[in-house]
């Protein structure tokens, strides 16, 4: 495979052009032949933008986390959230609205010792009801190291009345409230390669 800037019917090449190439995969009979992994069909959620958020590459999309280089799960950064009890709260600058053909959210998590818990909140506010409307799920840290989570959405429970998986306001994650154990042991956990699992 070769790529070229110059011939082939190119023209003549900018100076100024730079081209990044990222993700590489390729595809046999609707297989992607490095991971055996059926391909999903694109969806307006799959561009540029949404992958490198979903991928923690630029930490500025998030509230209550930085980037981390240290040995990241996938690509140069991870999203870090260090000190659990100082920083309670991350969020989402920006999130896919329209999950409605999505069944969990999958994503990689480092812990520096296992313990402790953080709620995963997904926000739907309905202005017919009074207070935040949303959908949580509990999720344990009992490991060290990287570790995949998926997070079901047909778990997922019901706080209030939310509009519903198709108006989604943004996601949230707490380390305290939302049902869980007190705790004073601050934790440093680093997020990467988020992805949404469609039905």
Not at 128 to 146: L, M, R, S
């Amino acid at each position: 495979l070769t790529f070229a800037s110059t011939g082939y019917g190119t023209g003549t090449p900018s100076d100024e052009t730079e081209l990044v190439l990222d993700e590489m995969e390729a595809y046999s009979a609707g297989k992607a032949l490095e991971t055996g992994k059926a391909a999903a069909p694109k969806t307006a959620t799959d561009d540029h933008a949404t992958a490198r958020f979903l991928g923690f590459e630029d930490a500025s999309n998030w509230t209550g986390l930085s980037a981390d280089s240290v040995e990241p799960r996938e690509g140069l950064l991870s999203g870090k959230w260090d000190d659990t009890v100082t920083t309670t709260r991350v969020s989402s600058r920006q999130f896919p609205s329209d999950l409605s053909d999505v069944k969990a959210l999958r994503f990689w998590l480092h812990s520096n010792a296992a313990g402790g818990a953080f709620a995963f909140i997904l926000l739907s506010e309905n202005d017919q009801t009074e207070g935040p409307d949303y959908y949580t799920a509990t999720v344990p840290v009992t490991w060290t190291g990287w570790k995949q989570v998926s997070v079901d959405f047909r778990d997922l429970k019901r706080t209030r009345n939310p509009i519903g998986f198709g108006s989604i306001d943004g996601l949230k994650m707490a380390s305290d409230s939302y049902g869980l154990p007190e705790t004073r042991t601050a934790y440093t956990w680093k997020f990467d390669g988020m992805e949404l699992v469609r039905e």
